[in-house]
C-alpha cells in the first residue's frame, strides 16, 4: 500500500524537549518494513507560530509570513528525516512533490514540509497523496477526528465516525467560516481529497501507534473519510 502520513507539528514537536521525532520515526520505518510506501508530510505547529507572530510583530508582509513557516515545517522535517535510519529513508527533504515522487519511486521514504505560501501542509499531504496515486492518506492531529463543531468550543459537537468526501468539505467550511473555530483538516485539503477520491483517515495523533494500527489493521479512533474514485 503507498501512503502519506500527515503530522502536524504540534504532534510531531510539541516542544523542542517534549517531541514525539524518534517514536513517529520508528512507526514509518515499520509501515516501510512491512512493505508499505511511505511519504511523512510535516507542519509548523507552535514553533512555526512563535516564529510568525515574531515576524508580524516586525512588519512581515503575509507572503515573507508563509515563507518563515516553510522554513520552520521543513526544520521539523528534517528533525524526523534526521531519526530514520538511512537505507531506508531519502537523503533530503523534498521540496516538492516531483522529488517526493522519486524518493517513493527508489523505494524510499519520503519526507516533505511546505512547499508554496498560502498552502498549509494539510493541502500538501493531499496533493501529494493525489500525485503519487497514494491507497491511503492519514492526518496525525490533535483531535480525535472530524467533529460537527469545534470541540473545544463547542461542549455538545460530536465525531462523525465516517464522512463522504462531500460531507467533509460542507462539515470543514462551515467550521472554517465560524470566528475562531479550529477544523482539524484545512479546507483546500479537503477539496484535493475530494477531487482525488482519497481515502483519507483523521485521528488523535499524540500516540504515533495509532497511525501504524490504522494503516496496518484498519483500527482507528478516529474519523473515516470515504474516497470516490
Same mark, same amino acid.
Request: net charge negative; no cysteine.
Given at each position: 500500500m503507498r501512503v502519506v502520513v500527515s503530522v502536524g507539528g504540534s504532534v510531531l514537536v510539541p516542544?523542542?524537549?517534549e517531541n514525539r521525532v524518534e517514536p513517529y520515526a520508528a512507526?514509518?520505518? @515499520?509501515? &516501510?518494513?512491512?512493505?508499505?510506501?511511505? =511519504?511523512?508530510?510535516? /507542519?509548523?505547529? @507552535?514553533? &512555526?507560530?512563535?516564529?510568525?507572530?515574531? =515576524?508580524?510583530?516586525? /512588519?512581515?508582509?503575509?507572503?515573507?509570513l508563509d515563507q518563515l513557516g516553510i522554513a520552520v515545517t521543513r526544520l521539523n522535517a528534517r528533525l524526523l528525516l534526521a531519526a530514520l535510519d538511512e537505507p531506508v529513508a531519502a537523503s533530503t527533504v523534498a521540496e516538492n512533490y516531483e522529488g517526493a515522487d522519486e524518493a517513493l519511486h527508489r523505494g524510499d521514504i519520503a519526507v516533505m514540509g511546505g512547499v508554496v505560501p498560502a498552502q498549509t501542509t494539510d493541502a500538501v499531504a493531499a496533493a501529494l497523496a493525489e500525485y503519487v496515486n497514494a491507497d491511503l492518506l492519514v492526518y496525525a492531529t490533535s483531535v480525535p477526528g472530524v467533529f460537527t463543531a469545534d470541540p473545544n468550543e463547542?461542549?455538545?459537537?460530536?465525531?462523525?465516525?465516517?464522512?463522504?468526501?462531500?460531507?467533509?468539505?460542507?462539515?470543514?467550511?462551515?467550521?472554517?467560516m465560524t470566528a475562531g473555530a479550529s477544523a482539524p483538516v484545512d479546507l483546500l485539503a479537503t477539496k484535493v481529497?475530494?477531487?482525488a477520491g482519497l481515502e483519507t483517515i483523521v485521528l488523535d495523533g499524540s500516540d504515533p501507534e495509532r497511525v501504524r494500527r490504522a494503516v496496518e489493521a484498519g483500527e482507528f479512533d478516529g474519523t473515516r473519510v470515504v474516497g470516490e474514485r
Open positions: 516542544t523542542p524537549e512507526v514509518i520505518e @515499520g509501515l &516501510a518494513a512491512s512493505g508499505h510506501e511511505v =511519504a511523512a508530510v510535516v /507542519g509548523g505547529g @507552535g514553533v &512555526a507560530r512563535e516564529y510568525i507572530g515574531a =515576524a508580524r510583530d516586525l /512588519g512581515a508582509n503575509e507572503i515573507e463547542d461542549p455538545d459537537a460530536e465525531r462523525h465516525d465516517e464522512l463522504t468526501a462531500e460531507q467533509l468539505v460542507e462539515t470543514v467550511a462551515t467550521m472554517e481529497i475530494q477531487r
